[in-house]
C-alpha cells in the first residue's frame, strides 16, 4: 500500500534538498540552490492518467512516480503452503528542464492481482503496471510466487534515470506502492498497492 512518511525536520524551506534512502525515506533535509518557488501541480494516486499543464513561464519540472506493486502468490493446499509476497513498485525522483505551457501526460500504473488460492499449487501473482510521467518511468514489482515456490518474493521494481535527491519547497514524502501479501494455504495473495505521482514545476 502507499505509504506517506513526514519530514525529518520541522522548518519552512524556500528551496531544499531532501535525501533519500533506499526503502524511500527522507533521511535528510536542508536548504539548497536552485528550483526556488516550486509548487505542487498533481499529487495522486492510481490507477489513472491524465495531463499536467505547466505554467506558461515555467522552464523546470520535477516528479516523484511510484509504480504499482506486485501481487502476492497464492497459497498451495496443504497446512503450511504459503505463497511469497510481490514486489514493491519502482520509486526515483525525476528533474527535468520544461517549456512554459506545456502539456504532459501522466499514468499511474495498478498494483497487480494475487495468485488463486488451490487444493494444490497456488499460483503466482501478477505483475504491477509502471507509471510514467512526460518521459520518466518507474517500473512494477513482479508478482510474487506460488506456493510451491523458492524462498525469495517478487522482484522489486526500478526507476532507471531518477535521482536520489529533489529540491523542493514541500517537505513530505515518502510514497511507494509495497507488493501484495502473500496468501494462505488454500488463499489467494493479496492485489499489489497502485502506482502514483507528485509533480512539481517553478514559475519561471
Known amino acids: 500500500m502507499p505509504r506517506i512518511i513526514k519530514p525529518v525536520a520541522k522548518g519552512d524551506f524556500t528551496s531544499a534538498t531532501l535525501a533519500v534512502d533506499s526503502q524511500g525515506r527522507v533521511i535528510s533535509a536542508s536548504s539548497g540552490a536552485g528550483a526556488a518557488n516550486m509548487k505542487t501541480l498533481l499529487f495522486r494516486t492510481g490507477p489513472a492518467s491524465g495531463n499536467v499543464t505547466l505554467d506558461n513561464n515555467a522552464n ?3 516528479a516523484f512516480l511510484f509504480a504499482g506493486g506486485g501481487g502476492g502468490g497464492g497459497g498451495g493446499g ?19 528542464n520544461a517549456t512554459g505551457g506545456a502539456t504532459l501526460a501522466y499514468s499511474l500504473g495498478s498494483g497487480g492481482n494475487g495468485g488463486t488460492g488451490t487444493g494444490g499449487s497456488g499460483p503466482a501473482g501478477n505483475a504491477g503496471n509502471a507509471t510514467t510521467f512526460h518521459n520518466f518511468t518507474t517500473n512494477a514489482g513482479s508478482g510474487g510466487p506460488g506456493h510451491p515456490s523458492p524462498n525469495a518474493p517478487g522482484a522489486n521494481g526500478n526507476a532507471p534515470g531518477s535521482t536520489g535527491t529533489i529540491s523542493s519547497a514541500i517537505l513530505f514524502t515518502n510514497i511507494r506502492s509495497e507488493g501484495g501479501n502473500a496468501g494462505n494455504p488454500h ?4 492485489t499489489g498497492g ?5 509533480v512539481l514545476s517553478n514559475e519561471g
Open 60 to 62: 523546470k519540472v520535477q
Open 187 to 190: 488463499n489467494p495473495g493479496n
Open 194 to 198: 497502485s502506482g502514483g505521482i507528485w
Open 78 to 96: 496443504g497446512n503450511h503452503e504459503r505463497g511469497k509476497p510481490g514486489g514493491d513498485g519502482g520509486f526515483g525522483y525525476f528533474t527535468a
